[in-house]
């Protein structure tokens, strides 16, 4: 009895051990053999579509690339045709993928189209029998000239058979070198494809036009303000926009559309071009020659390497210089993240609107990278991302720019007011009180008028500084310049001339009881309490004035002495003298 339950316990669980082993084979097999699932029949009836077909679609590649649809027709059998799964990639250099389904149409008053929402594909070819058993066959692709497309566009779009309630075979033939191809066909109305085209070429306009405007007001700002990052970022703007119109199917359709060979050519070298030519707009800007003179040259190096690979590759296409192509474009991302980098880390206020703007087209450069290394596959991002990123990209990095320029002008206006503005006032330098002196006294002897020159001192400065500090000395200095500025005529100049020293030129008619009217008014505007000043202090003025009622006798060489003499003058009236204003004739 021992014996036999021992066996049976033995055998019952070799049992469920053999029937665990026998589903999972049977899965396994399921799965691995899509070819025994039956395609379903792709019934058109009252739905626009578009209709996806990847539940009816069966394929096979040919790896010879040289089946006629005859013997892929003859051998339907023996071909081992399998089911498509959603998102497979095939990479067909050098082969043909064959797509089969069988579909009805049933609504008379819809036409409808096979349509293959992928632009670039290099060539397809939809094979059908008509009524008659005669082969209607149609092609596109950028193999072939626009005009023998059965529907001019970005994208192939192929016409269905138009007989009501028969079931067709149809045969898709598709040569796409070098990049795998995911892309499925679906069915779409004719109405549906019209409407699709129109909202496409209205967003497409939209894109395309950005980048033009964009490209001319770089280049416009390039000009105006004689500046290389705008003049770059207009070659990187109008290289990024050609790219993408080869990409998008724009350029062979618009401009060379009898030339087919220049669809692959411009695929490839717009996009190094344009590689080239961010590199070049961000060496501009950050100058990376500041932080390491080798990575200035690798950038350089790998500028010009861009656009020789991309030549090379139009004379010798192949899959390894393809994939030498993603590794550079690749590479030129990873340095363009390290120079913006470097430059944030060194702290380049400029570099942060660099990094904000080239974030978007980054991550958007990603999607087609990863689908042409077959990672992902075919989808609206992967066609459209780059667009969509250097939308976004555009005004930032203008702004940016805009920013970058302003903020050069201004500080390089600041240098070059530094010499003839006081910095504290807001007044003439004593250079600039010097050569409008100079020029003053040239002008009085030409037409034989006076002019005066008058030195104010703001003679309790120093008992200013001491009772309150600095800061109230020069909030003092600046109060001061404003009463003596409001004293003066417009055509007069005011400046600043030492520590606490004024000058004021006046010039045109006048007489020396006007000008000591002038000097009374300025000492008297002192004598007003001031709320900016500490216990309402008063600014206390001695003025000097040097009235030349014959110019003619004085040289123009002379103004500095002229300036000397009556900043002596005004010196030596802090005496303790009562005499606010004293009159010199020069």
Partial sequence: MEVIKKFAVGGGLTAFVRAVLALLCLQAALSASPAWAKAELLTLGDDHGPVAMASSLEFWIDAKDQTPVEKVEAGVGSLPFAAVKPGQSHLIDNAALWLRFDAVVQNPQILWKLELPMSGVDKITLYYRDSLGRWVVQQAGDALPISAWPQPGRYPVLSLSHEIGQTIRYYLRVEHARIPFSALPRAVSDTQVTTARQLDHLLLGAYFGLAALVTVLALINAMAYRDWGFATYALYMATFAGSQAAFAGVAGLYLWPELPKLNNISIVLLPLTAAAAALWFVRTVTTPKRFSRALDWFIVALMGLLPVIALVDAAFPTIESFALINILISASMAVLLMVVGVSLFEGDRHARWMALGFLPIILATLFPLLRNFGVLASSFLTQNALMLGSAVEAPILFFGLLHRVTQRRESATRATTLGTTDPLTGLGSTRLMLAKLRQALRTAERYQQPCALLVVNLSNLAELQQLHGRETGDRAMVLAAARIRTAAQATDTVARVGDSHFALLMEGPMTSDGVNQVATKILAS???????????????????????????????????????????????MNDGSRKAIRMVQL
Avoid: N
């Avoid at 216990?535 to 030349?548: N, Q, R, S, T």
């Avoid at 060489?557 to 003058?569: A, E, F, G, I, N």
């Fill in 526 to 572: 002192g004598l007003r309490p001031s709320r900016e000043l500490p216990e309402a202090d008063p600014l206390l003025f001695h003025i000097a004035i040097g009235y030349m009622g014959e110019p003619a006798k004085l040289a123009t060489t002379q103004p500095q002495s002229c300036l000397d003499r009556l900043m002596k003058v005004v010196k030596e």
